[in-house]
């Protein structure tokens, strides 16, 4: 209706074409509001069901793997192809390998394994963090698969300003809450 000469009133189609544009306008603004509360109400329902998980042992993808006195580590392999020789090599804080669990020939899939902390010389390994490293090889020298390690859930910490929720892992680390691949 802007500077509409009041003797040449506007003819009804230019006046239900501007109605429409103001229809369309508030319209929108509707839809960005119901967006906005969506979006909280999602996430407020991640929110929930990561809380759920405190306490609870989770698989997220890590080359890292915790080993605790009278405990296994626990993990697992994602082949997208089947394994004619699959190795996952255990290694300590310096790079060295110190066991090579054997899991042969293997399917495409989930492929778990467990380490209960002894050696390839027969010695109990101290309580840390070590590398996880798995091959379709023996000697080493196939490429190297993307391997999962079980971690328990400390805490959650929910993301601000954007930020997605957090799970912390203790020494396995901060991992997002959409990098779960299994609960256990």
């Not at 960005?32 to 998980?53: E, H, I, K, V």
């Not at 957090?166 to 256990?184: A, E, H, P, R, Y």
Request: hydrophobic fraction near 40%.
């Amino acid at each position: 209706f802007r500077n509409q000469d009041p003797f040449k009133p506007l003819q009804s189609g230019e006046f239900l074409g501007q109605i429409a544009q103001f229809s369309t306008v508030s319209g929108i603004q509707d839809l960005q509001t119901s967006f906005t509360d969506l979006a909280g109400s999602l996430y407020s329902n991640q929110a929930l069901q990561a809380s759920g998980l405190i306490g609870r042992t989770v698989f997220t993808p890590s080359t890292k793997a915790v080993f605790k006195s009278g405990t296994e580590v626990m993990g697992t392999v994602n082949l997208t192809s089947g394994a004619a020789d699959l190795n996952v090599n255990i290694l300590d804080a310096a790079g060295q390998l110190i066991k090579t669990i054997n899991l042969g020939t293997q399917q495409a899939g989930m492929v778990p394994f467990s380490w209960d902390g002894v050696t390839a010389s027969g010695d109990t390994a101290p309580p840390g963090l070590y590398q996880v490293l798995a091959l379709d090889s023996a000697d080493g020298t196939g490429q190297a698969l993307e391997t999962m390690a079980a971690g328990k859930v400390n805490s959650v910490t929910l993301g601000t300003g954007g930020q997605g929720i957090t799970l912390n892992l203790g020494q396995l680390g901060d991992v997002d809450f959409s990098s779960v691949k299994q609960i256990m």
